[in-house]
């Protein structure tokens, strides 16, 4: 039986991530020795080339991985894992991942590409009082902010709900203020 076979029936002619059942193909999960059934997954064209094209990804498409990162096959959640690894930035993800558990040889797998977004990596925001920011927190305008080429004034004491994370900068977070998404400095709010 081939591998295409293989995997067609082991996840009913079905995208081993979300499901989808039309342009499936395999891909050999890396790194591979030698492409099995049990180190390849059978994909839908959407999530292969997203997987392939981190930069085309569609963080939403990926909600599909609260489902298909309990699979029990190996290669599904090594796939699923670097996925969300990949999107953690958003916020979800990390809820995701930490309720995912790995087998250690899984583990090692997973993180053999370097997807395991190592820790001497990974840029921690702060608020003011040093409490660490996640994506989604709520915090609170310490300082009245002059908002440039907004035309108003960001008033201490706003509340400003959903932040995001500036990934590559610790002092830069995202929020809604009036309407309007603002970058604001980290030291001028803290979390609610």
Request: hydrophobic fraction near 40%; proline fraction near 2%; charged fraction near 25%.
């Amino acid at each position: 039986m081939s591998i295409e076979k293989e995997l067609e029936t082991r996840s009913e002619s079905k995208c081993e991530l979300c499901a989808a059942s039309e342009d499936l193909s395999v891909y050999a999960v890396p790194p591979i020795t030698d492409q099995t059934a049990d180190s390849s997954v059978l994909l839908c064209e959407t999530c292969k080339t997203q997987i392939e094209n981190l930069e085309r990804a569609d963080a939403n498409h990926f909600r599909c991985l609260n489902d298909s990162m309990w699979s029990q096959v190996p290669a599904v959640q090594v796939v699923a894992w670097r996925m969300l690894n990949r999107l953690k930035g958003e916020g979800w993800p990390q809820d995701l991942l930490d309720m995912m558990y790995l087998e250690d040889d899984v583990r090692t797998w997973a993180e053999a590409t370097g997807e395991s977004g190592a820790a001497a990596d990974t840029v921690i925001h702060r608020d003011s009082n040093g409490a660490v920011l996640e994506a989604g927190d709520t915090v609170t305008l310490i300082k009245d902010l002059v908002v440039k080429g907004g035309g108003f004034t960001a008033k201490r004491g706003t509340a400003v709900r959903g932040i995001r994370l500036v990934a590559d900068n610790a002092e830069h977070i995202e929020g809604k203020v009036s309407g309007q998404t603002i970058v604001i400095l980290t030291q001028f709010v803290k979390k609610s």
